[in-house]
């Protein structure tokens, strides 16, 4: 709701002020959109002192769109997707670098394309989601080194690229093969001469050193870094590079000159008004302050880390600041408040690497009371004791035991082998069935002729038009049913154009419609594939090809309540359940309906594999007064 309530005002103060744009921006936007430079760099030249005011891309953004200039509208969208980077609206900075990309895309720009996958990389790392930030940074790699003659522009990308992927395997503690990565990226950029990416990466490279304990290498460039920072006149790299000196002094147990530093970059980190830098500076100067045994003003300090890293889930960030009000509550003998943030931090961390997929974890670990640490140690002393003793006597036996449980662990590994190699078989044998049922003779042959009546009748277009949906509908069967999971997105156009060709059959009356929630990224669930088509199937002999008059399908998307899972409805205004039963007892021929008793063990197939629940309800629909109204299928279905 904060969220929503944020992007409203932002937008009512852009709409607000746009008649205060000055004259001399609308007329270089005029002149630019008119002009319609190719490549972000030639764009950058003339607006890149202005590309951190959001209401002016705003406008230029609007500008490009009336003016049809895709790339103008690429470059915008990007600069406000950055900007609500930096203020932590993480969901709203990847729609608009997303959209950005979709321009580039349909417009062919590889230069855009590999500028909105870095930022969508950037964005997905901040929110510690390291493997989708991977693909995003290592696709716009390999895309920008697909050039055989790199602009600067693109060779800046590939550097830009490098740092990134050098910064997720940061994240995930490999530091010397990050430093690998930035190393590479700084050597190419200080052949581009540029200033910016050299203080970026001495200061990645400066925070790797840091971890592997190098702490005399990390400080020099770490002021490295400020220099160039300095020289160029850059506020964000000046709290960076003074909030991890200050580190370093705290490290040293040198509390006094970290103060210092950290107080001189507070308020130009609140002047940004990027939380994460906030959160960090915050978290340090409470740790300073610890050591000097200032213990009220450092659970001041984190308790305001930890409260603006939690309004913007910062998770890394809320972390450290629970991390250290635990050390500071032990400190006090505040054990069960030192509990609780240790076990916050502990929460914290595990969703960190429930998103990073291979993150490597170094917990923490807080003093207790030396005391009862000593009981503690005397006891296990004591059990270890009598453990020994009963080794000795018992050694024999232990030996034999070990050896039956060698055999039973062995009879139980080749009964568990033998189960799989059963389960894999099955899995196999309902894929192929599944691509049998998707690609079943009727079904193609009516296609096919479908289309050679447009033939016959000389309806060119209409052939070429539906033969190549018909074309792309079976690629898209063939590829999917080689992967277990695809897309959402994939999985809807694939039920989109076998509905278009099914709507031949039926002279264009059905009405299809696919509707999605706007809290859900298509491109980022994934669902078993070809899951969905058998239901639009069922619905289309079995609901509607008997009925007369209006024939509609709605296919639902939305979120479930438990936000780790998704609805998906499928809706027909069809004849029922009943009324199709009893007019396929009447025919001579029955047609067998196999697909969805198919999909139902595959359902039950994932729910095994994945520990997760894929359920499936088929309703009939009524009217007031009885009378049938078609039928729903409810999927619930695990966002994998």
């Not at 936000?563 to 396929?584: L, P, Q, V």
Request: proline share 2%; net charge neutral.
């Amino acid at each position: 709701m904060k969220r929503s309530l944020i992007i409203a005002v932002l937008c009512l103060y852009f709409q607000g002020f746009s008649q205060d744009i000055p004259d001399s921006f609308k007329k270089t936007v005029d002149s630019l959109v008119s002009a319609a430079p190719e490549g972000r760099a030639k764009i950058h030249s003339v607006l890149g002192s202005s590309r951190r005011d959001t209401v002016l891309m705003r406008y230029f953004a609007d500008a490009s769109t009336e003016g049809n200039y895709a790339d103008g509208q690429a470059y915008a969208l990007n600069e406000l997707g950055r900007d609500y980077r930096n203020h932590s609206l993480f969901k709203e900075a990847i729609k608009l670098h997303q959209k950005a990309l979709e321009i580039a895309e349909a417009n062919d720009n590889l230069e855009f394309k590999v500028t909105s996958l870095n930022y969508l990389g950037v964005v997905y790392r901040r929110t510690s989601s390291i493997r989708t930030a991977m693909d995003y940074n290592q696709k716009a790699l390999e895309l920008a080194e697909s050039v055989e003659n790199p602009s600067r522009s693109i060779k800046r990308m590939i550097n830009v690229s490098v740092n990134c992927i050098g910064n997720l395997y940061q994240m995930l503690n490999q530091y010397d093969r990050a430093i690998e990565y930035f190393e590479t990226s700084l050597r190419l950029e200080t052949e581009l001469g540029n200033e910016l990416g050299q203080a970026i990466n001495h200061q990645n490279i400066g925070e790797c050193k840091e971890e592997l304990g190098d702490w005399t290498g990390a400080l020099e460039d770490y002021r490295t870094s400020l220099a160039f920072n300095e020289k160029i006149d850059n506020d964000m790299g000046r709290v960076l590079c003074n909030n991890a000196i200050a580190q370093i002094y705290i490290k040293e147990d040198k509390p006094l000159e970290a103060i210092e530093l950290l107080e001189y970059a507070l308020p130009k980190a609140q002047k940004l008004d990027d939380p994460f830098l906030i959160a960090s500076v915050f978290n340090k100067l409470g740790w300073a302050k610890f050591l000097l045994k200032q213990y009220d003003e450092a659970e001041q300090n984190m308790l305001q880390g930890l409260k603006t890293a939690e309004k913007k889930n910062l998770k890394l960030e809320a972390s450290q600041a629970n991390n250290l009000l635990a050390q500071l509550n032990t400190e006090r003998g505040n054990y069960e408040k030192a509990l609780n943030y240790t076990s916050k931090a502990r929460e914290l961390e595990e969703q960190i690497l429930n998103a990073s997929t291979v993150r490597y974890v170094n917990d923490v670990i807080f003093r207790y009371d030396s005391q009862k640490k000593s009981n503690e140690i005397q006891v296990l002393a004591k059990q270890n004791e009598i453990v020994r003793l009963n080794l000795r006597k018992k050694n024999t036996t232990l030996l034999i035991s070990a050896i039956v449980l060698a055999l039973l662990a062995g009879i139980f590994y080749i009964l568990y082998r033998q189960y799989q190699l059963k389960n894999e078989k099955k899995v196999l044998t309902l894929e192929q069935s599944m691509l049998r049922s998707q690609m079943n003779p009727h079904f193609l042959f009516n296609s096919l002729n479908s289309i050679k009546l447009y033939i016959i009748n000389n309806e060119q277009k209409n052939a070429v038009h539906y033969l190549n949906k018909f074309s792309k509908l079976v690629r898209k069967i063939l590829e999917a049913s080689s992967l277990r999971e695809i897309p959402l997105a994939e999985e809807l156009e694939t039920v989109e154009l076998y509905m278009n060709i099914e709507n031949i059959r039926f002279s264009n009356e059905i009405d299809f419609e696919i509707k999605i929630s706007d809290d859900i990224d298509p491109h980022t669930v994934k669902i078993p594939s070809l899951i969905l088509q058998p239901f639009l199937e069922n619905a289309l002999w079995h609901g509607l090809s008997s009925k007369t008059g209006e024939k509609k399908i709605l296919l639902n998307v939305r979120r479930a309540s438990d936000e780790n899972y998704i609805h998906i409805s499928i809706t027909d205004n069809g004849i029922g359940r009943i009324a199709s039963e009893e007019i396929k007892q009447s025919k001579v021929l029955k047609r067998k309906s196999v697909g969805i008793d198919i999909t139902k063990e595959r359902l039950t197939n994932f729910s095994r594999d994945y520990l997760n629940s894929f359920n499936l309800q088929i309703l009939d629909l009524y009217k007031d007064d009885g009378t049938p109204e078609g039928t729903k299928v409810l999927l619930h279905i695990p966002m994998v």
